[in-house]
């Protein structure tokens, strides 16, 4: 039975598969991430605190600097599924190994950057005279990984393309042991300290980037496809992941500015922004796979030159969003009472989060159209777009957010300008989506 001549219901139903087969795994590999930095400062942070503050601050640079690349895993999906979709696997696999290649030259130049500066750059952050000397010893040794960490992300690109999001979660997983026993092993057994902690990631992630070239290598074999570097392919990938590093460096701006608002409201309001943050990014991880499958379905549709799969896809993925976004709202509203006591005893604190958690609450169905709606267009190619539309909530971000201190409302009020910020990019998203222009269909863009 063809798409066309499919019932709604049957239409529904095989896209509700598709949806469940690829944003399962996907979740699981996303949780996985953070719970790496979660083990790391678990085992630092029996050393002493000025390691575990100097962990820190290392692995917020390295996280920031993982982030901002995360466009090698989003573009690649998405020129991936294209080429996929429109029959071609060996073009899939070679445009895949472009992104990677990309991601090894990427990595080495990061490398380049912060072995020398790696002092400047955490005096820069702030560290403490007791703290630094341990941040800068991770930052070093973890910079070394870099490397495999941007190739793992082009990797899982392939995969996902490939409509494959299995693997990464068993890379994850895989990953996530190793790392742990690592770490127990050279921090204590090894008595290397902090030092034994980085060596530990690092080796972990570079099992973990061998894993995944070891699939893409067998598959570039099997289906024909040349592993050797293509300067043409290579700046082709670069040019594609342009405008969404400049959509999440404007994300970063927003999250940044949020942060250094709730600075300025005082101690219990930036302690209060900090607990919303991390729910409201963990939230963001269940809306994320959902948006991924929606990278890997749309450019398969369009690859296919199947405009009307696409927007039935797009539809019913919306559908998702909205849905998952209410029992998500729902969610925090009941577990606001048990949540909370796990971060912190403060009154104060408890206080300015409360209220701020029920606005959190009331915007996730608005997040779950956002980050489905932008899957699709990151898998319709549509980047430039994507670019322009962040940058516009930016504009429009910025000056409602720094005027809170100044008309009050405190914390309560700057999550209402981050919902704010959600409702714009949720407008400018759906009206792309109404639009039909980034229906374009073909192997390539």
């Known amino acids: ?185 050279l921090v204590y057994g090894a008595d290397l300290g902090i030092a034994g902690s980085a060596w530990g990631t690092v080796i972990a992630q570079c099992g973990m980037a061998a894993a995944y070239l070891v699939v893409v290598v067998r598959g570039a074999r099997r289906h024909g496809a040349s592993l050797r570097p293509d300067a043409l392919g290579i700046r082709a990938s670069a040019q594609a992941g342009v405008p969404l590093l400049v959509r999440t460096l404007s994300l970063r701006a927003i999250l940044m500015i949020a942060t250094a608002v709730a600075a300025r409201l005082g101690d219990a309001d930036i302690a209060a922004h900090q607990i919303i943050l991390s729910l409201w990014s963990l939230l963001a991880f269940a809306l994320d796979a959902i948006a991924i499958a929606g990278q890997a379905i749309i450019g398969r549709y369009l690859g296919a030159d199947d405009t009307d799969g696409a927007r039935q896809a797009c539809r019913r993925m919306v559908e998702w969003g909205i849905a998952v976004g209410v029992a998500l709202g729902l969610l925090v509203i009941l577990s606001r009472p048990l949540f909370l006591p796990l971060f912190t005893g403060d009154s104060a604190v408890k206080d300015a989060a409360l209220p701020a958690l029920v606005i959190v609450a009331l915007s996730q169905p608005i997040c779950g159209v956002v980050f489905v709606l932008d899957g699709v267009l990151m898998g319709a190619g549509d980047g430039p777009y994507l670019a322009k539309a962040m940058i516009l909530t930016l504009v429009v971000f910025a000056p409602v957010a720094l005027l809170v201190p100044t008309l009050g409302g405190g914390l309560t009020a700057l999550w209402a300008a981050m919902t704010l910020m959600m409702t714009v990019r949720m407008l400018t998203l759906w009206l792309r989506s109404r639009s039909g222009h980034w229906l374009v269909t073909g192997a390539t863009r």
């Open 1 to 185: 039975m063809t798409q066309a001549s499919a019932t709604p219901k049957a239409t529904r139903r095989q896209h509700d598969r598709e949806i469940v087969a690829l944003a399962v795994p996907a979740f699981g590999a996303l949780v996985a991430e953070p719970l790496f930095v979660m083990v790391d400062s678990a085992i630092v942070g029996h050393l002493g605190t000025a390691q575990l503050a100097g962990l820190g601050i290392a692995s917020a640079l390295l996280t920031t600097a993982v982030s901002v690349f995360v466009f090698l895993a989003y573009a690649t999906t998405a020129a991936v599924a294209r080429r996929m979709g429109a029959g071609d696997l060996q073009a899939a696999i070679r445009q895949g190994m472009d992104g990677i290649w990309l991601a090894l030259l990427l990595g080495a130049a990061v490398i380049a950057v912060v072995l020398p500066t790696a002092p400047s750059i955490v005096e820069l952050f702030g560290a403490s005279d007791t703290a630094a000397p341990y941040a800068t010893t991770y930052l070093r040794i973890s910079a070394l990984g870099i490397p495999a960490m941007l190739v793992v992300l082009a990797a899982t690109g392939v995969l996902r393309g490939l409509q494959d999001t299995k693997t990464p979660l068993y890379v994850a997983i895989a990953g996530f042991v190793a790392n742990a026993v690592l770490n127990v092993g």
